[in-house]
Structure formats: C-alpha cells, structure tokens
C-alpha cells in the first residue's frame, strides 16, 4: 500500500502525520510513505529526520486582508496544485492524509478530485480554514475536539481525539530524569511555547527564576523554541540570574526528544496547541496555559477552556501574563501537593492514547472499502 501525508508549517501538524505513519507501517512494514510538505516549514527539518521520503510543494497562506502580494499566493497555489497532480499521478497513493497546515491544500483537493480515498486529521476545538474547505472534498475526517464537530459533515466525521507518538508514553519518570540529568527528588517543571516557542512565556519566565534560583525543591526545563533562544538568555542577565551558577535551570532551543521531557515533567507551563496538550493530558500532568491570542479563530484559547473546565489546568490569557502572575500561580500549585494531584488525575481522564490506533484504522478501511 501507498500513501501521501501532507501537513505543515509548525510541529502541531507535522508530528501527528508522523504518528500515523509509524502506526500504519506497524500495521503493514510493507506499506510505502511519502511526506508533502514546504521547503520553509519545520517539516523540512523534521520528516527527513524521521526517514520519512520527502517531497515539496512551492505554496504560502493568504494574508486574510486585500493585499497584491495575495495575487503571488494565488499564483503558486494554482502551480501547487498542478504540482499536487503530478506527484499523485506518478506515486500512484492508495489513500492521501491531510494534518492541516495550507500546503495540505492542494494536494488533498486535488486527490479528492481524483478519486483517490482522503482523510483529514484536524486538530483543534476550533477548524482551520484548510480544514474547513477541504471537509466537502475528503472521504473521512477525524477530530480531536468534540467543538469542532459542528464544523464538519456529521456523515464523514468521527471524534477520535489527536494522534501522539508512541514514545510520549514510552519513558517513566525515573528513567527521564536521570537520561535528562535531572534530580529525582526536585519537582520538575516543563516550560515550552510549543513548536516555534513563545515570547511571552519566555520573558515571563526570569522573574520565576529570579525567585526560585538555586531552589532545593523545584527544577526548570525550559524550552525557548530557536528564534527565541539567545532573547531568553540575554533576559537572564538583565534580571541577575545566573545561568551558570543555576542548578536547577536548564534552558534549550528546542527539544528533538520531547517525549522523554514529558516523562520528567511535573508540571507544564505552555501555549495551548493541540498536540501539546493531546501529549500533557497522555500523561496527566497539571498545567499553567497561555493561549496564544493570534492563531486563527483565537482557537488557542478554546483548547486551553476544555481542559480549564475539567480542572485539569489553569489558564493565563496572554494579555495578563506577567512574571508575577506566572510566579503566583505556579507557587500555588507547587505548594499544593493535593491540588496537583487533582489536576494530574483530571489531565489523564482527558487523554486518547488509543486515538492514533483509531485514525490508522480509518485511514486502512477507507483503502479496502476502495478496493
Ligand atoms: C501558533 C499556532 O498557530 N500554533 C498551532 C500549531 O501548534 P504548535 O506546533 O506550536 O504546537 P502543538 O502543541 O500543537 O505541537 C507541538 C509539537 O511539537 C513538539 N515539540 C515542541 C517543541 C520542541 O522543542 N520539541 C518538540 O518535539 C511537541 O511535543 C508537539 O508534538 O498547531 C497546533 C495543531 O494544529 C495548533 O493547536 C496551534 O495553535
């Protein structure tokens, strides 16, 4: 069997299409992959990473205001679609999956136009556009959001929950923090805007660490995503905290192995995208959010309310988060063993390990049922 994966731009679309190649190829070792993405997404960097054959579409996003540069948009998204039909008539796909992103487009337009089997995965409690259009075209979509259902054709769409790779839930806690460096006894706390970082959090963040420097109790991983890195690090300075002299501060660009600092993690302090919390609530760890304000339809901050109303996080809108708050309400939670507890018990309840096991075998019917 042959299958195209298409999804782009940030993390939150790249690795649930990674998942569900792994658990297709599982299923059948046999099974041929190819990945569509951009040369400029963070899935030109991953997916060949993951051995996953890689091809690319020349393709970007319409600004949602009149602008001439939208005609340069208009004109290689026709050249993307011819491009989507060239590389579906010579790879031949049994079935072609769509993980949202707008280099998706074409090439999931173009194969529901040719009939070949298609099935969109969307992540979010809110659709985006991509996914909006492309749900009249596609066989099948799955969601990760009861609220997005609404959105779609009751007939095709199926409530799975988001897809989240194997290893999220492969390391114990012993095990992360020893292979991270961590100490066992100190609470680990994970920091992470998510996968291009998040500027706000980061400059949040020293004056937590201002208080907490050198604490014999609590520890801090904390990932500025690449663009965000030496800021984070010049911030430090300014506040008087000293990276070197810090036992319990460690800060990285970005992680290539996530999973294994969930497995640490005690308590999260993140954005709300929706792979990243499919990850939190896989492993039921409590966490601080703060939504990010600008990804469309403010869709952030209604990922973060479903978690807020089971009681499984708390949230900071953007527009409030200071140093002090975030000081406030992660000191809350440290001090309250019984409030963490809680919320770890409320997180796990909202996790669907079983919801990548479930698309694969969506994805495979829709090929059989086609053949
Ligand atoms: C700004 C924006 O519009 N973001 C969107 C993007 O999220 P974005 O990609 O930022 O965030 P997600 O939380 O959905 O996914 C991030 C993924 O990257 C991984 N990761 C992250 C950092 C790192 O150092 N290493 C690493 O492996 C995480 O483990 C996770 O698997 O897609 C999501 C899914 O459609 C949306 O919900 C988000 O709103």
Not at 153 to 175: F, H, Q
Not at 270 to 292: H, Q
Not at 300 to 307: D, G, K, S, T, V
Not at 327 to 338: G, H, I, P
């Amino acid at each position: 069997m042959k299958f195209i994966f298409s999804g782009g731009g940030t993390g939150g679309h790249i690795y649930p299409a990674i998942t569900l190649i792994e658990n297709i190829k599982e299923r059948d070792p046999k099974a041929q992959m190819l990945y569509v993405g951009t040369a400029k997404g963070l899935e030109a960097d991953i997916v060949p990473k993951a051995d996953i054959p890689f091809r690319t579409i020349d393709i970007e996003g319409f600004a949602r205001h009149i602008t001439l540069k939208n005609f340069v948009v208009l004109g290689k998204a026709v050249a993307g679609v011819m491009k989507a039909r060239s590389i579906l008539k010579e790879y031949r796909p049994d079935a072609v999956v769509g993980t949202g992103g707008y280099v998706s487009g074409p090439l999931l337009l173009t194969a529901s136009l040719m009939g070949i089997p298609t099935l969109i995965q969307d992540q979010n409690a809110i659709p985006g556009i991509t996914n909006k259009i492309l749900a009249r075209f596609v066989s099948k979509i799955a969601c990760g959001y009861e609220s997005a259902r609404v959105h779609f054709p009751p007939a095709k769409t199926v409530l799975t929950g988001n897809p989240i790779r194997k290893d999220v839930l492969r390391y114990s806690r012993s095990e992360a923090v020893q292979e991270l460096g961590l100490s066992k006894t100190k609470k680990t706390v994970l920091i992470t805007g998510g996968s291009r970082g998040a500027r706000r959090i980061n400059e949040a963040m020293p004056a937590v660490y201002k208080q907490y420097f050198n604490n014999e109790a609590v520890q801090f991983l904390h990932v500025t995503g690449r663009g965000e890195y030496q800021n984070v690090i010049n911030s430090m300075k300014a506040y008087n905290v000293d990276l070197e002299k810090a036992d319990n501060i460690f800060i990285k660009p970005y992680l290539y192995n996530m999973p294994m600092a969930l497995a640490a993690a005690d308590i999260t302090v993140a954005r709300a995208g929706a792979i990243g919390l499919a990850e939190v609530t896989a492993r039921g760890i409590p966490s601080i959010l703060v939504p990010y304000p600008y990804a469309a339809e403010n869709h952030q901050e209604f990922n973060a309310r479903a978690l807020v109303e089971k009681k499984a996080a708390v949230m900071i809108l953007n527009s409030e988060l200071t140093g002090q708050r975030l000081l406030k309400e992660l000191t809350d939670l440290l001090l309250s063993e019984e409030k963490m507890k809680t919320m770890a018990l409320a997180s796990k309840t909202m996790g669907h390990p079983e919801a990548a096991a479930n698309i694969t075998d969506m994805i495979l019917a829709m090929v059989v049922s086609k053949a």
